[in-house]
């Protein structure tokens, strides 16, 4: 899966944290002292593992009461996925310190951590979607867009610039989580119907308290998005010292060319659900929202495993052109290509689901064994140290 320049790179990487709100530094002292009731035996990658493995139950769960983002829950539901989400961004906090408790840092451990942040920032999406009720409309899959389109951003920024930077020092990752909690907590306490209440005292138009927070969530991530767009194109050319700059290929033009597949998959997700398949949309929401997410989470790890790699970033045509087949079964018939769909529109797009996560697994898996095997090391194990034979006499 990855070619020696690119496991040397990933070898010899080091990495350079972005600021910190004042959130995170409040409850680093709470993370400092609940990683010592981790067993020292744990692996980071475990915990990491943990967290995530949370996560995706407790979505699994909302999403089987709700399965439209229309249907009320059940009240415990909606307390699992507020406990679901924030034990896994304690999880989440936990596994670098315990690396370096156990001493088993490894450039494995942030791609690991990364690799499970895309994916759950897609489940955090689809989850609070489903508590305020949002509905199979076009709403959610702005958000679910600006979210993960802004996470691929930070990881195009620590490309082009070494510097992760996931907020902007007042806002950020930590601050969104546990607004997402309050969300689900709110509907625990005060009823389903909370986040479906008009807000009436406005003058002109009547929204909802869920438009109002998906349209605030969307304005935020465009907020934050422009900042990692302007870091990188003002960045100075040798932002990235040359020892750190591998065989990646920086420039503003590539770095442009760079968000090219992520628009593109912007594009074809919209044309997708807002076109003939709008029924099947609103039938089946997460047939289709999940391989979207997926599409951009798949992007985003292509992104972490190329910076970590010190390789150029290709543009992963093999997601994209299958998804344009898609949508050409899709519009056949409406612009005259097609006498009728290829095949029925609903088997596609399942086809495409199935397709999607093969090869987003079919990655990551041939990634992880791979850089494993360079380094010498285990996923979900802490490898023992050997002592060397002059320490033993």
């Known amino acids: 899966m990855l070619e020696k320049k690119a ?3 990933i070898a010899a990487y080091k990495y350079k944290a972005g600021s910190y709100t004042y959130l995170d530094n ?3 002292h709470f993370w400092t002292y609940s990683v010592q009731f981790l067993p020292i035996w744990m692996a980071p990658n475990l915990v990491t593992m943990i967290g995530t493995g949370v996560m995706m139950f407790t979505t699994v769960v909302q999403l089987y009461y709700a399965p439209h983002f229309a249907e009320t829950c059940p009240t415990w539901v909606y307390i699992l996925s507020a406990l679901g989400l924030f034990f896994y961004q304690t999880m989440d906090a936990l596994d670098g310190k315990q690396a370096r408790r156990t001493g088993a840092s490894s450039p494995l ?11 759950c920032t897609v489940l955090n999406v689809l989850s609070a979607a489903a508590t305020c009720q949002a509905g199979p409309g076009l709403l959610v899959h702005i958000a679910l867009s600006s979210v993960s389109i802004t996470f691929y951003l930070a990881q195009w920024e620590e490309y082009h610039t070494g510097v992760m930077s996931c907020g902007n020092g007042f806002f950020g990752v930590t601050e969104g989580q546990l607004v997402l909690v309050a969300v689900h907590l709110a509907a625990a306490f005060f009823g389903a119907g909370f986040w479906t209440t ?6 002109v138009v009547s929204v909802t308290m869920t438009e109002v927070l998906l349209c605030t969530l969307v304005a935020s991530n465009v907020l934050l998005a422009y900042g990692n767009v302007s870091n990188v194109l003002w960045a100075a050319a040798d932002t990235i010292p040359r020892e750190e700059l591998g065989n990646k290929h ?3 033009p590539i770095a442009l060319f760079q968000l090219i597949p992520i628009a593109i998959l912007l594009v074809l997700g919209s044309l997708w659900i807002c076109g003939p398949d709008a029924d099947n949309y609103k039938n089946y929401p997460v047939l289709f929202l999940f391989p979207i997410g997926i599409g951009y989470v798949f992007l985003s790890t292509r ?9 150029p970033f290709t543009p992963q045509l093999r997601v994209i052109i299958p998804f344009g087949f898609v949508i050409l079964n899709a519009y056949g018939t409406a612009v005259g290509i097609l006498s009728k769909p290829l095949i029925p529109t609903i088997v596609s797009s399942t086809l495409y689901v199935i397709f999607i996560v093969l090869v987003y697994l079919q990655f990551v898996f041939g990634v992880v064994k791979d850089i494993c095997d360079f380094l010498n090391i285990f996923l979900f194990k802490i490898k023992p140290v050997v002592a060397s034979a002059d320490k033993l006499k």
């Open 7 to 9: 496991l040397e790179g």
């Open 303 to 311: 992104m972490i495993v190329s910076h970590m790699c010190k390789v």
């Open 26 to 28: 409040v409850l680093n």
């Open 250 to 252: 920086i420039s503003k």
């Open 109 to 119: 451990g942030q791609l690991f951590d990364h690799g499970c942040d895309a994916l």
């Open 198 to 203: 008009e807000l009436s005292f406005l003058p």
